[in-house]
């Protein structure tokens, strides 16, 4: 039987059930050279925590994950909490020699990824060689992927544009002041949650930085929302849209938009990138297609290819390991594809596609950053300014 990589998950609401799910299946899916364990579950909320470790498997539970820096059985701590609690556990961690996998965004704040980054630079160094990870899930999307392999291929040749969006419709004015909606908590709002998705995926697919903001519109449109559990209303204290132009370090143009408050659209993670010789796009809502246009077909057959990109013997990234042609997969894939990276890192093999660390994700907080104050100050904003 193979070694065990005990796991430690700290939060136990939305992403603690699909991380908890992730470390239960990958094992049963792949092949991997360490076994994951679900060591300890970490929660504030003593009555939740034990019955969520019940029903999700987690050996342990423990409401200080503190406590996690000092159990040596633990090798991996699993970060899913709000944004405003990501860099305290996360340094603690990787000062105590653990490796960190974190949700996304790195931090509510600039101030915190840094010092996110800064820690997991040293703690690469330190003997205990530790590793960062964040929980960019989307990358692992196997039409991602695919799109992916064809931008390095070179089937676009130089990249023109990138066009993303992530609209969601859940943020109107009956939905309650929940921490997403708090600055204190959150940091920003549907841009740190859903930009930051859409930056992250732009930068992994074109392989290029962001260098220039060119311009940004930042939007609050319900400035106060009802507190749970009352009839009071408080401050929504964070953007609920923001939209901005941007190029790439080759050149590319590119426009990013993120919403929640577009009726129509559930989960429409979205891009399309144009190049020279071809263009892509992909949308969550259908998220095992690719659509591909090959521009130096002829023009009497040239137009875009609907690819299902769920076939294995097409070495599709990660189809192998799930089911037969077209029998789909879904948004929990993702994060099992990417648990199943995580391992093979650990492990010290090379994951299916690159993996976003600490210092990777910095760039994707360094452009949500830019763009912000590019927003407030009514100015083009360079990278550069932005460290
Ligand atoms: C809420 O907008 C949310 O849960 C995001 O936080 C996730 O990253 C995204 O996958 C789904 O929508």
Known sequence: MSRALNVALIGQKFMGRAHSNAWAQVNHFFELPLRAERHTLAARDAAELE????????????????????????????????????????IAMLEAGKHVACEKPLAGTLADARAMRDAAAKAKKSKRKART???????????????WKLVREGRLGRIYHVRAHYLQSWGGADTPLLWRFQKKYAGTGAHGDLNAHIVDMARFLVGEEVTTIHGAIERTFVKERTIPGTKKKGKSDVDDAVLFLASFAGGASASFEATRLAHGHQNDNSIELNGEKGSLRFSFEDMNVLWFCDGTQPLETRGWQRIMCTSAGGGHPYAKHWWPDAHVLGYEHGFVNMAADIVRVL???????????FEDAYQTQRVLEAALVSARERTAISLSDVR
């Open 51 to 90: 019955r969520f470790a019940r029903q999700w498997g987690w050996a342990k539970t423990t409401t200080d994950w503190r406590t996690l820096a000092a159990d040596d059985e633990v090798a991996l701590v699993d970060i899913g909490t709000p944004n405003d609690v990501h860099a305290e556990p996360s």
């Open 133 to 147: 990870f964040v929980w960019y899930n989307y990358r692992r999307c196997p039409a991602v992927g695919l799109a």
């Open 347 to 357: 492990s010290g093999e090379a994951p299916e596609l690159p993996l976003p660390d």
